[in-house]
């Protein structure tokens, strides 16, 4: 069965993009994965190549006007992108009135190829609409937190929305971990807020290790690459090949 796992935080800037397009590559390795970009920001899109303005279809066209999914290749064939440009934004006003709102998303993804083994989805940074019908489309949701004390503090807002979602649209829902990410271990504030995020966080989902705070992440997208072809020997390659692992069990 596909795994499809949304990387859902409301927050903007935690890396969720920058940790979708890593471990959909890490993923792929041995995998087949598709990635969708959620986000009317389009970063997940930019990231992997595409320039969003220039795009002619997108996750919009599928999920307003029901025409099918165009995935794009990324790197190699077993990874593949659904991308988003800013048509999105307009999704979330057309969707409150729209059939079957709720099941959008999860109707759009049920009519793929059934040999992807994972599907990730990109959330966009909000509480929205387009979040939600991305946890009702997911059989599993992974939760990136910034090691930092504010990031934290959204945790409650999150974990409410998990719930509400669990209540009634997608009881099966499952949090398989939260991510602490750009965690710099030279920083105390960063360990008082990682040690924060085990203590409270621990009792809902496994905390994983954290994503080490690096540039490299951003000089290796603005090449449009995975951190591990860009700097194959990076510690955090191995850290993300990790939670790759944890996920694939
Ligand atoms: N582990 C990290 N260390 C340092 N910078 C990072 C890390 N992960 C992501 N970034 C940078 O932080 C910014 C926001 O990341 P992004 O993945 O777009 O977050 P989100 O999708 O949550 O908004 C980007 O410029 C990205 O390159
Ligand atoms: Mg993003």
Redesign the pocket.
Known sequence: MTKIISLFNQS???????LTMNLGYALAQNHKVLLVDLDPQG?LSLFMGLEPSELDKTIYDSLINDEPLLTHSYLDDSLHLVPSNINLSGAELELVTADMRDLRLKDTLSIVPDDYDFILIDCP?SLGLLSYISLVASTHLLVPIQTQYKSFCGTELLLSTVARVKKRANRDLELLAFVP??FAKSNSQDNRALEAIKEQLAEFAPVLDP?????A??DA?ENHLPLSLHSPKHPAVKVINNIANFISQ
């Open positions: 903007g800037g935690v890396g969720k993009s920058t970063s940074p990410t750009m994503i080490p705070r690096s540039t992440f951003a997208v």
